[in-house]
């Protein structure tokens, strides 16, 4: 079965730092990897999406790479905002209709 | 573009009461599920489906029924409403198995008391 985990479960950084957020999952055979933002009372927004042949995704100050072999993701943030205050998840596609198991996510504070 | 669209956003139920959550996406996709979010877990998966008229468990569908009559439509049914139910609950949907990303609602948060 497979497991994510996402460590730490909170971050707390100053506006402008770079920082990286981690995920780590216990099975390499997966479809693809998703990273996605939560907003407090607010749904989950899909970010980058990196398939299993894929290192790494890039959408504007966000960055994802992947390493099936060792089983880890991370999502590199540049020059860090507030508004990227939220909690990031990842998730992880291993096929099949039950499809995808998420992590408990990491809860990220940026301060002015 | 809507997107996909969740009703109601809150609600309040006493113990063994029933109530549907609604759920509807207007970009035609085929594949569509129910989560559920407790505090410190990830989402669990409850229902999905594949298409109109093909619906099946996930990991926890205990305590809940689900319908998809149309492609846009699929409602998630709770009969005799428990305080395990109480949780924040997500409709996704997306296009294909494997390749796309998920679209989520912004959530229903369900109390049983």
């Known amino acids: 079965k497979q497991e994510v985990t996402q460590i730490p479960a909170a971050l707390s950084v100053p506006e402008g730092e770079n920082l990286v957020l981690n995920c780590s999952f216990t099975?390499?055979?997966?479809?693809?990897l998703q990273w996605f933002r939560q907003d407090p009372g607010k749904g989950l927004t899909s970010l980058l999406l990196?398939?299993?042949?894929?290192r790494e995704q890039t959408s504007g100050r966000l960055n994802a790479s992947l390493d099936k072999s060792s089983g880890r993701s991370t999502l590199y943030i540049a020059a860090s905002q507030p508004g990227d205050s939220a909690t990031y998840l990842c998730?992880?596609?291993?096929?099949?209709?039950?499809?995808?198991?998420f992590g408990t996510g990491t809860k990220l504070q940026v301060i002015p | 573009n809507a997107g996909v669209t969740q009703t109601p956003k809150f609600r309040i139920l006493k113990i063994g009461q029933s109530m549907t959550l609604q759920c509807t996406q207007d970009?035609?996709?085929?594949?569509m599920y129910w989560y559920r979010q407790d505090p410190g877990m990830g989402l669990k998966l409850i229902y999905y489906?594949?298409?109109?008229?093909?619906?099946d468990k996930g990991e926890v569908p205990n305590g809940y029924n689900v319908s998809r009559s149309t492609t846009e439509d699929f409602p998630l049914r709770l009969e005799l409403a428990a305080p395990s139910q109480t949780s924040v609950y997500f409709c996704?949907?997306?296009?294909?198995?494997?390749?796309?990303?998920?679209?989520f609602g912004s959530g229903t948060q369900l109390s049983v008391l």
């Open positions: 970009m035609n996709h085929n594949y």
């Open positions: 990196i398939q299993s042949s894929q």
């Open positions: 998730a992880v596609d291993s096929g099949g209709y039950q499809k995808v198991t």
């Open positions: 099975d390499s055979a997966i479809y693809n």
């Open positions: 996704a949907s997306d296009g294909d198995v494997s390749n796309e990303k998920l679209f």
């Open positions: 489906s594949v298409g109109a008229g093909i619906t």
